[in-house]
């Protein structure tokens, strides 16, 4: 059964930065596409960004580029989010999910519905 765990969220000022980092088990991942999403209370989930089997190309909310960084490591079958320059509006529950099926899609990779393993979540709150 794939179990995917994410850690690192918190509560940061506007301008901090935090790291996020998912830990998957369950099968090897290296041939997936992995995603990381969002949830801010009384809106639906929102992609953010993902990072292709290979970690040679990736693709990013408009609103996060410049500011948010992708990466996985498939000998550890983890994948990370770290996150800089962090405003009020990234505030959310932020998931790592793993794509349905191999390979990479760049456009269907921004739905939620290409992803079918989630994690718990992992909150993450920015001050003003």
């Known amino acids: 059964q794939v179990q995917l765990v994410e850690s690192g969220g918190g509560l940061v000022q506007a301008g901090g930065s935090l790291r996020l980092s998912c830990a998957a088990s369950g099968r090897t991942f290296s041939t997936y596409a992995m995603g990381w999403f969002r949830q801010a209370p009384g809106k639906e989930r929102e992609f953010v960004a993902a990072i292709m089997p290979s970690d040679s190309s990736t693709r990013y909310l408009d609103s996060v580029k410049g500011r948010f960084t992708i990466s996985r490591d498939n000998a550890k079958n983890t994948v990370a989010l770290q996150m800089n320059s962090l405003k009020p509006e990234d505030t959310a529950v932020y998931y790592c999910?793993?794509?349905?099926?191999?390979?990479?899609?760049?456009?269907?990779?921004?739905?939620?519905?290409?992803?079918?393993?989630w994690g718990q979540g992992t909150q993450v709150t920015v001050s003003s």
């Open positions: 999910a793993v794509r349905i099926r191999p390979g990479w899609d760049y456009i269907r990779v921004s739905r939620p519905s290409e992803f079918g393993s």
